[in-house]
């Protein structure tokens, strides 16, 4: 026989086994037992003589043959000695062998598993990615294996399925460094489809974040791919969705259900009623425990440093360039809650961004957005660090403003960045008015501002902002007499720009096309980290003793349909919905903006 014939009886082995005839094999002529087949000499058989039948059934008794932990254990052994033989011409053998169930097996069968995995790449580095496939395909959990994962985290019986494969892969990674450069590929490939059921998506994430605790080399390629998921889902889960599943309109049918005269409550009621919305809020959820553990590690001083550079790196990579996210950038938002250096490395990172012209404007008004949110909503950041911010950001428009010729256009394409940080001075002073007019120093700082100036340039900023920010920012300025904003107000009303139809019905030309990135939290179960951390709009004691009336319906209509991006401005009884810092501080009165009124009046 010829070399060239034998090269092909091998190479016929490497054909799929749906080519043999299964029924033939089925029969009790050709019927051979597991016992009475040597896993060596079927495959010296088949290399010094080609004689395939042999091998066939042994491939064959191990795809079909059911071993209990003894037979499983003299399979394994056997094969690790064979391992030399097991050339790329045996591959479907090697794949049937990874395909024997293993994980619910005693611990000394497992590791006889183990000990064959490790001695078939050590000696076959072309099997890699097949056994890195095989593993990391057992990080998905079943469809129909809810009970094993409670809100991504795994019950005592399913983490005990779990644990040998990270055992598994962390004596390849000692064996074969190179080998978490293919499990990252394989990791990225099977990662569920977002749609999945949430215990599936919420349960291999689980298994990769778990990964980060022993390939601490690889924190940020294994973030990465969680981050770049998590945003997939949550940019399917706008936020109209979500409140639509929760607050249905027939809100009767809900007051009646709440009054359930029975006293039963759902035994989960943290539970999101739009299935996406609860896959985000389960993988959120674990996000936000991994997140807390680096925080607050005592393992080593520098690990939280370390995590934030990673997570900022993650931001500015991945949640800064997407359009409209609405909960994946609270991550960096509790994160910056653990120390205030974070929160004024995060504000100062944001800055500079905004400064730097060779940045893309609607990467630079969306930092803008960043910081005027972060400056607005959280708790931790302090006063100091609010007024420093507002300092800078006010000094930068009245250069801008100084350096601008006003003979100029004042369109809103050639000044976007300069009404960005415009509004931005807006609503954090409007928002955190109560703060910043709390004593008589914090009052002239903000006369040190100059505000008026900026209102009564030739750029007219009002002109562009969002009527709700416009309107609080007048209500708030005039209460303290730190600018008169209303003259102006009216003149651009009356100015009638031209309009276009949208949503049916009409906006300004010009008007920001803006988000706040850090609006309401919505999710129910993660919802509770950022709740304590999150502040409400308060207005402060002279706005309350000073309400003013509010511009005409007409303007009011003009941008009605941005209300959905700015849920700060939704009436008070709408936002109680929502559950998050609904129940109101002693002493303290919580009012929201709404179009045409100022925060904390009524028209």
Not at 308 to 330: A, E, G, M, R, Y
Not at 334 to 350: D, R
Request: glycine share 4%; with cysteine; proline share 4%.
């Amino acid at each position: 026989m010829s070399v060239s014939t034998e090269k092909r009886r091998l190479s016929s082995i490497l054909k799929p086994y749906s080519g043999l005839d299964g029924a033939k094999l089925n029969t009790s002529q050709n019927k051979v037992r597991f016992d009475d087949l040597s896993i060596e000499s079927v495959l010296q058989d088949a290399l010094e003589n080609n004689r395939l039948q042999r091998f066939e059934h042994l491939l064959a008794s191990i795809k079909e043959e059911e071993f209990d932990d003894g037979k499983f254990q003299q399979v394994f052994i056997e094969s690790k000695r064979c391992v030399h033989l097991l050339n790329a011409n045996f591959g479907m053998l090697v794949e049937a062998l990874l395909s024997v169930k293993w994980l619910s097996r005693t611990a000394d069968a497992q590791e006889v598993y183990k000990a064959f995995v490790i001695e078939l790449l050590v000696a076959h580095s072309n099997y890699t990615s097949l056994v890195v496939s095989k593993l990391v395909q057992s990080f998905v959990p079943k469809d129909d294996g809810k009970s094993g994962w409670l809100h991504g985290v795994p019950s005592d019986e399913t983490l005990r399925m779990v644990t040998p494969i990270h055992d598994l892969i962390v004596r390849l990674k000692n064996v074969i460094p190179m080998v978490f450069d293919v499990i990252l590929i394989h990791l990225r490939k099977n990662f569920p489809y977002f749609k999945k059921p949430t215990h599936v998506v919420c349960g291999y994430l689980y298994n990769m974040l778990h990964m980060t605790e022993y390939s601490s080399m690889f924190v940020e390629e294994l973030l990465e791919i969680a981050f770049n998921r998590i945003l997939v889902i949550d940019v399917n889960a706008p936020r109209n969705e979500i409140e639509e599943a929760e607050f249905p309109e027939d809100d009767q049918q809900i007051f009646t259900m709440e009054e359930d005269p029975t006293g039963n409550e759902d035994e989960d009621d943290t539970t999101m009623k739009l299935p996406l919305a609860e896959t985000l809020d389960c993988c959120m959820e674990l996000m936000f425990e991994y997140i807390k553990k680096r925080a607050s590690s005592e393992r080593s001083t520098s690990e939280g440093d370390r995590m934030f550079k990673v997570l900022l790196s993650l931001f500015d990579h991945h949640i800064l360039p997407t359009h409209n996210t609405h909960h994946v950038q609270f991550l960096m938002f509790y994160f910056c809650s653990f120390k205030q250096s974070y929160v004024e490395y995060f504000i100062t990172y944001l800055w500079k961004q905004v400064c730097n012209p060779n940045i893309s404007t609607p990467m630079r008004q969306a930092a803008v957005g960043y910081m005027a949110s972060m400056l607005a909503r959280a708790r931790f950041v302090p006063i100091s660090l609010l007024k420093s911010t507002i300092q800078e950001l006010s000094n930068w428009a009245h250069q801008y403003i100084q350096e601008t010729d006003s003979m100029m256009g004042c369109t809103l394409r050639a000044h976007m960045v300069f009404y960005s940080v415009c509004q931005a001075i807006f609503y954090v002073v409007a928002f955190r008015s109560k703060h910043l007019t709390a004593s008589s120093k914090n009052l002239v700082f903000l006369q040190s501002l100059q505000l008026s100036s900026i209102v009564t340039s030739h750029l007219n900023p009002l002109r562009v902002c969002l009527p709700p920010v416009a309107t609080a920012f007048a209500g708030v300025t005039r209460a303290h007499q730190l600018a008169y904003c209303h003259t102006i107000l009216e003149r651009n009303a009356r100015r009638k720009l031209a309009t276009v139809y949208k949503n049916e019905a009409q906006t300004p030309e010009e008007c920001l096309d803006t988000f706040f990135p850090f609006d309401p939290y919505m999710l129910k179960k993660s919802g509770q980290r950022i709740e304590p951390i999150f502040l409400q709009y308060q207005a402060s004691d002279a706005e309350e003793s000073h309400p003013i009336s509010s511009p005409k319906a007409s303007t009011r209509k003009r941008c009605e349909s941005m209300s959905e991006d700015v849920d700060d401005f939704l009436q008070e009884s709408k936002r109680l919905k929502h559950g998050i810092g609904a129940a109101q501080e002693h002493g303290e009165m919580h009012f929201t903006y709404s179009y045409g009124v100022s925060p904390g009046f009524h028209s």
